[in-house]
Each structure stands twice: as structure tokens, then as C-alpha cells.
């Protein structure tokens, strides 16, 4: 993605969210985008939620500020599967720092209320957070899943995706509209 398409989504979800202001993001843009090389901000090689976060990987982004960021997970559980990610790297939660890691569950909070009332099917939610391989963690970027419940799913436990099926771009697109509205519209201060 281009230097001027990555300016132009994050002033989009600046003008979206309730509590980021393009003035807020512009300096923060210049700062990180000075040198394209740089736009991977931890660095660390590889990494498919960096590359997201960084705006060179297509994702439907949720919400954004300084320290997490919320997207559509691409093999949702159920339709308004959510990640949130630190934005600096980190590979398992002891390596993401204190506050970060308050600031994830924080605003998964808010992001599971923001689904109950955004009109797609969610009866309940599972906060779910898989640390180590042996835990089910496949990608080495900490992250926090956020994923709508309803009758009839198995138990908490039982949350396999099916990893055959991609969501469509457009579907997720339509689903982040809908969560984002409703965190707007509820008017939370995250
Ligand atoms: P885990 O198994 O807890 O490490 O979860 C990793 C999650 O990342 C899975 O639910 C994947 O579907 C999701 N995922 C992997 N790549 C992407 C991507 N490019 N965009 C959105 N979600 C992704
Ligand atoms: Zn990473």
C-alpha cells in the first residue's frame, strides 16, 4: 500500500472513531512515514498483524489508537470475529507490556459491547486469548479474540474456525461498518 493510501485510510478511521482526531493522527503519520522502510513499526519480519497494523496488509480495521488495534479476523468463529493487537510487537502476552495488555482487554470490553448492539448475531462472548503453540496461539503476534456467541454453538471451548473458509473482503467490510457504528453511536469514550 501506498504512502498516500495508508494517510488516507487512517484520516478515514480518525473521522470515524470517536476519540482520534485527524489533527491527532497527522504529525503521527509524518513521524512514521517518513521512510516507507520504516513503516513496519516493530520491525519484526514476517508479520502478517505488523504488516496490518503498519497498513501495508489489506484488513478491515474496527478501531485504532496509540497502543492496539481491532480488526476482522479472516476465518471468523462466527460473523464479527474480532482481533485486538498491540501495535508494537510482541509474540506472546508476558512480552506485551502492563499497560498495553490492560488497554487490549479494555478495549475488547468495549468491543464486545459494541457487537451486542450492532445488530449482527450475538447472543453472548467469548474473550479468548491463545499464548504458546501448545495453547493454540498460530500466529506470534499477541492478540486478543473478541468473537460473537449465540444458542446452538458448541461450548466456550469449542471455537474452531474453519480454516478452509476466507471471509470476503466485502463481508467483513460490511460487519466492521456495522460494529463501528454501533461503538459510535453508543457514544464510548474507550
Ligand atoms: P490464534 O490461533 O489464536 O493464533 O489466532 C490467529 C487468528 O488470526 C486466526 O483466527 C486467524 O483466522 C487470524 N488471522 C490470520 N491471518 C489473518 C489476516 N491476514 N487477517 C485477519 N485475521 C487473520
Ligand atoms: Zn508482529
Redesign the pocket.
Known sequence: MSRGAVMIECLYYAKTTPIITVDDWKPRLEDRFQDESEANLSGAPEC?FCE?VSGK?E?SIVFRDEQVTV?????PVNPGHL?VVPNEHASGIDDVPEAVCARMFIVGRQMARALRRSGLRCEGVNLYL?DGAAA????FHS?L?VIPRFRGNPGSLGLQ?D?SVVASRDELEVQAEAIRNSFDAAGDVV
Open positions: 502478517i496490518i496488509a484488513a480488526f476482522m479476523d479472516i476465518h482481533l491463545a493454540g496461539q498460530d500466529v492478540h479474540h474456525a480454516f
